[in-house]
C-alpha cells in the first residue's frame, strides 16, 4: 500500500501562484509514476500533470503547459506541483495519484487539497 498526503491548497488571486506537495509513504518503492488531478465542482477529473519516478520525464495536460511545472524529490518521497499564472478556471480539488510499476491505472489516491482562484 502507499499513502498520499497532499498540501499547499489555499485562495488566491488571478495571475498569483501556488505550490501543491504530496508525501508518500509506504511502498514507495514500487511507484512507477506519479500524478496530479483535478476536479472542479460539477465537473470530471481531469488529468493536470504527471512524472516518471525513475527518469523525471514530465507530462502536461495542454491547459496547463507553460504555466505549471511538476517536480519530484526521491529523497524526500514527494512530488510537487508548482502553478503560476493561477486563472479562475484552474479553481478545483487537486489530487495526488500513484501508478505502481507495472499497472496501468493510477491505484493510490489522496485526499485531496482545495485550490481556489479569485478573478
Known amino acids: 500500500q502507499v499513502q498520499l498526503v497532499e498540501s499547499g491548497g489555499g485562495l488566491v488571486q488571478a495571475g498569483g501562484s501556488l505550490r501543491l506537495s504530496c508525501a508518500a509513504s509506504?511502498?514507495?518503492?514500487?511507484?512507477?509514476?506519479m500524478a496530479w488531478f483535478r476536479q472542479a465542482p460539477g465537473k470530471e477529473r481531469e488529468f493536470v500533470a504527471a512524472?516518471?519516478?525513475?527518469?523525471?520525464?514530465?507530462y502536461y495536460a495542454d491547459s496547463v503547459k507553460g504555466r505549471f511545472t511538476i517536480s519530484r524529490d526521491n529523497v524526500k518521497n514527494t512530488v510537487y506541483l508548482q502553478m503560476n499564472s493561477l486563472k479562475p478556471e484552474d479553481t478545483a480539488v487537486y489530487y495526488c495519484?500513484?501508478?505502481?510499476?507495472?499497472?496501468?491505472?493510477?491505484?493510490?489516491w489522496g485526499q485531496g487539497t482545495q485550490v481556489t482562484v479569485s478573478s
Open positions: 512524472i516518471s519516478w525513475s527518469s523525471g520525464t514530465t
Open positions: 495519484a500513484a501508478r505502481p510499476a507495472g499497472a496501468g491505472t493510477y491505484d493510490y
Open positions: 509506504g511502498r514507495t518503492f514500487n511507484i512507477d509514476r
